[in-house]
């Protein structure tokens, strides 16, 4: 059973970088696959972050790329997420995912809140 | 990329049908059949319920059953039941190789 776990810290400062990673279980990324980050603030719908393809190929949202940057560690079977100059309206639940080509996100980490304060 | 449009609520009687719209555009929802939905219960990760516009995972009802037409997506919920109460998302691949969700509707059963 394909299992993803997210971890970072719970309280980022404004204007730092908010980093996460995702540990996979159950799979070897380095098998395929595209791996990605979704967001869902407090009360809101979700956001696409971005995705990154076992190779290291990564595909981020528009409105997000300058800020974003996710990349893979095949040794230690996990991939990561860094998010730049944060603001409270980062303040999120950021999940992790399995994601397949057609773009279905099929395993789902259990989610962890990143609150933006100082 | 904008959000795809999803209306904000939906309701109906146990038992009862009810159908959840998804519109985005030719370079989304209308361009390929990449189309998949979620359901999302209070505080937990959302659950793949249909993909590829009408295909059910392993484990998921066949009283959820998802289709297309143009721009539009649609879920059909069948035979609802109390614990279909949940937020649904659409979402879509795009022509940048993206992905792009939707509004998100919160279905109440009655």
């Known amino acids: 059973q394909v299992q993803l776990q997210e971890s970072g810290p719970g309280l980022v400062k404004p204007s730092e970088t908010l980093s996460l990673t995702c540990a996979v279980s159950g799979y070897s990324i380095s098998s395929g696959y595209y791996w990605g980050w979704i967001r869902q603030p407090p009360g809101k719908g979700l956001e696409w972050i971005g995705s990154?393809?076992?190779?290291?190929?990564?595909y981020y949202n528009p409105s997000l790329k300058s800020r974003v940057t996710i990349s893979v560690d095949t040794s230690k079977n996990q991939f990561s997420l860094k998010l730049s100059s944060v603001t409270a309206a980062d303040t999120a639940v950021y999940y992790c995912a399995r994601q397949r080509s057609s773009a279905r996100l099929d395993y789902w980490g259990q989610g962890t809140l990143v609150t933006v304060s100082s | 990329q904008s959000a795809l449009t999803q209306p904000a609520s939906v309701s109906g009687s146990p038992g009862q049908s009810i159908t959840i719209s998804c519109t985005g555009t030719s370079s989304d929802v209308g361009g390929y059949n990449y189309v998949s939905w979620y359901q999302q219960h209070p505080g937990k990760a959302p659950k793949l319920m249909i993909y590829?516009?009408?295909n059910r995972p392993s484990g998921v009802s066949n009283r959820f059953s998802g289709s297309k037409s143009g721009n539009t997506a649609s879920l059909t919920i069948s035979g609802l039941q109390a614990e279909d109460e949940a937020d649904y998302y659409c979402?879509?691949?795009?022509?940048?190789?993206?992905?792009?969700f939707g509004t998100g509707t919160k279905v109440t059963v009655l």
């Open positions: 990154i393809y076992h190779s290291g190929s990564t």
């Open positions: 979402s879509s691949y795009t022509s940048s190789s993206t992905l792009v």
């Open positions: 590829d516009v009408s």
